[in-house]
């Protein structure tokens, strides 16, 4: 546990899922985005491994500037894991709702 969450790798919430479900998690892995999307991945290209990522509670803070330039760059996410939060195409497993994000 850090500062109330548990810290954990993206092997550790793809393991075993219900685990995690609507716990505070910080996460490190490198950072996706487009247009319409966002979401953390391990340190190779596998769309499976995706965990995707909402910004809603940070909008302020984060905008399509910051976010792009934080593309494919590593960083740690911190916020509240959905295991039934798949993306609009059921891409990912799971949604992170973040309420941090920093560098590793």
């Known amino acids: 546990m850090e500062d109330g969450f548990l810290v954990c790798s993206m092997a550790d919430i793809l393991q075993n899922p219900a685990g995690f479900d609507q716990k505070k998690v910080k996460v490190p892995g490198v950072f996706v985005y487009n247009a319409d999307n966002a979401a953390i991945r391990r340190n ?10 909402d910004f809603s509670a940070l909008v302020g803070e984060l905008g399509p500037d910051v976010l792009g330039a934080l593309k494919e760059e590593k960083i740690v996410i911190s916020g509240i894991y959905y ?3 798949k993306g609009p195409q059921n891409q990912y497993q799971g949604t992170i709702k973040c309420l941090g994000i920093g560098g590793y």
């Open 83 to 85: 295991i039934d939060r």
């Open 44 to 53: 190779w290209p596998n769309s499976s491994d995706q965990i995707g990522l």
